[in-house]
């Protein structure tokens, strides 16, 4: 019964917060300034009448009161249908379709390289706490941190793509090939700042007093540190990973941009550069559900590894 009201109360903080994030990011574009025609006609260079503005304006239901507008775009969406791209004049839940393939690819090779290249190099440096390879995989963490996304993808590129020429320039198509080296540029960073939190969360378990009864009773120290160690450290390495994943399903606008990885990240840009309101209002709603699912996700999991949570989940 508490798990059921968890999740009905999960349920409704998600369709407070869709409506909230979508009346803000609705606002907040109107703000802007400009709208997708007269952003069109800038790109193109094209000039027009006043007239044409306002026919091309009033096509697109842009000379309507703002409030009109975001109503009708959420009877739409009430209906199940997220509106027709400004720009393209194709269903922006089509485009959206179109362009997840990429993204999920992108994110899961991403969090796959991050995952077999952190874990075992935190456990590691947690294990030789102090000595020469844990400073070593410290100070590779720390640089690996501190390169800017885009500079680190600039020096994949010319290394692997330009000189040694094992992967394109720039993504011809949706494959592993093409996928790699924006997906290393992505796991290069994320997998220095897990380093360190594998590293935190592995030593703050071998400072308990269990693993000394488990030294004292001979159990071995490997298989502690695979059975208990890890699995109490576990509950913030899944934390951590779910917040990752959001972000990379989100899209990385930067990294898509150098490689021209035609992902959702690189579409939400595009569509907020030329002010395409039914892109961008999808995109705000993707986040919001993905973001709000992932914590829930990662919220069961988590209680079912900690008991800890779980108790006292039970006891509320």
Not at 63 to 74: E, I, K, M, T
Request: aromatic letters at 8%; hydrophobic letters at 55%; one cysteine or more.
């Amino acid at each position: 019964m508490a798990l059921l009201r968890r999740m009905g109360g999960r349920l409704l903080q998600l369709v407070l917060l869709l409506a909230a994030a979508s009346v803000l990011s609705f606002w907040l574009m109107q703000l802007a300034g400009s709208d997708a025609v007269q952003q069109q006609m800038e790109a193109t260079g094209t000039v027009l009448s006043q007239q044409a503005l306002d026919a091309a304006r009033a096509e697109l239901g842009l000379d309507r009161p703002v409030w009109v507008q975001y109503l009708s775009w959420l009877g739409g969406v009430l209906q199940g249908d997220l509106g027709t791209s400004y720009l393209s004049g194709q269903p922006v839940a089509a485009t959206f379709a179109a362009r997840l393939p990429a993204t999920l690819l992108l994110a899961g090779l991403a969090l796959a390289m991050t995952v077999a290249v952190s874990l075992p190099l935190g456990i590691l440096a947690a294990v030789y706490h102090g000595r020469p390879v844990d400073w070593l995989l410290r100070a590779a963490g720390f640089v690996g941190g501190s390169l800017p996304g885009f500079f680190l993808a600039l020096l994949l590129m010319d290394l692997f793509a330009i000189r040694l020429r094992l992967f394109p320039v720039i993504a011809a198509d949706t494959s592993l090939k093409s996928a790699f080296l924006p997906a290393l540029t992505l796991a290069i960073a994320m997998s220095a700042k897990y380093l360190r939190q594998v590293r935190a969360a592995v030593l703050e378990q071998l400072s308990q007093p269990y693993l000394q009864g488990a030294a004292a009773r001979g159990v071995p120290f490997r298989v502690t540190l695979w059975a208990s160690v890890l699995r109490s450290a576990a509950a913030t390495l899944v934390t951590l990973l779910a917040l990752s994943a959001g972000s990379l399903l989100g899209g990385t606008a930067i990294v898509e941009s150098i490689f021209l990885w035609d992902g959702v990240g690189k579409l939400a840009v595009d569509a907020i550069n030329m002010r395409d309101y039914p892109v961008i209002q999808a995109y705000v709603l993707w986040m919001v559900l993905l973001y709000a699912l992932l914590n829930l996700v990662t919220d069961l999991i988590c209680r079912r590894l900690d008991p800890r949570i779980r108790l006292g989940g039970q006891t509320r």
